[in-house]
């Protein structure tokens, strides 16, 4: 099983559309959550932090369930400019000195007209 | 504060062809790592550095080299290029996770096809 599994898509969406990624984790001392945004041809830049209560910015909200291991990133009112290949990433300050990070293979979105 | 630098942006090599790719940070993180992202394999990890004269090996290192002399600067070496090496390279850098909202930085990434 890998660390992090994230459904690869590709979701294709209307604009203005609402959809949701999920993210499941299998490392249950993970600390620290995050949803990268990559560009095509471009490097992965941070979206998100995910934290334990829950947090929205913007049309965007990303929520962590410690329970079942599991992250979700929801967008709303999509706009052409959310296509983009939504990277889970899960934090573990444990094991080596500096902590882990691992990436899930990415989620492709593309938002039509 | 210009973050995590890479050069070259493109690099076209022929198989046996030696180089560098350079990566540069200003944030004084000592933690940098080097990853590779081909199609349908997300980013592995090639090697890391947790400070200066300090590296490790990470899930894909052979036929790369890694040297850290500087907190500042994290080179990657292709000592004999293989066509296996044509990839897209991030390097990357951090701070260390504490649990918190501790992130990763990317550089803009490095273009590499060897024939």
């Known amino acids: 099983r890998k660390e992090v599994e994230q459904d690869p898509g590709p979701f294709n969406v209307p604009e203005g559309a609402t959809v949701a990624f999920n993210c499941t984790y299998s490392?249950?001392?993970?600390?620290?959550f995050f949803w990268y945004r990559q560009d095509c041809r471009k490097e992965p830049k941070l979206l998100m932090s995910?934290?334990?209560s829950g947090n929205e910015d913007g049309r965007f909200t990303a929520q962590l369930n410690r329970a079942s291991q599991y992250i979700s990133l929801l967008i709303r009112d999509s706009k052409l400019s959310d296509s983009a290949t939504y990277l889970c990433?899960?934090?573990?300050?444990?094991?080596?000195?500096?902590?882990?990070?691992?990436f899930g293979q990415g989620t492709i979105l593309t938002v039509h007209p | 504060n210009a973050g995590v630098t890479q050069t070259p942006k493109f690099q076209v090599l022929k198989t046996g062809q030696s180089m560098t790719l350079q990566c540069a940070q200003d944030m004084n993180h000592e933690y940098m790592s080097w990853y590779r992202q081909d199609p349908g394999m997300g980013l592995r990890l090639i090697h890391y550095s947790v400070g200066a004269g300090i590296t490790d090996q990470g899930e894909v290192p052979n036929g790369y080299n890694v040297s850290r002399s500087t907190t500042e600067d994290f080179p990657l070496r292709l000592l004999s290029a293989a066509p296996s090496q044509t990839s897209v390279y991030f390097c990357?850098?951090?701070?260390?996770?504490?649990?918190?909202?501790?992130?990763?930085?990317f550089g803009p990434g490095t273009r590499l096809l060897v024939l």
């Open positions: 990433v899960v934090g573990n300050a444990g094991g080596t000195s500096y902590g882990k990070l691992t």
């Open positions: 990357a850098s951090r701070p260390r996770l504490a649990g918190g909202r501790e992130t990763q930085y």
């Open positions: 490392n249950s001392a993970s600390q620290s």
């Open positions: 995910v934290y334990s």
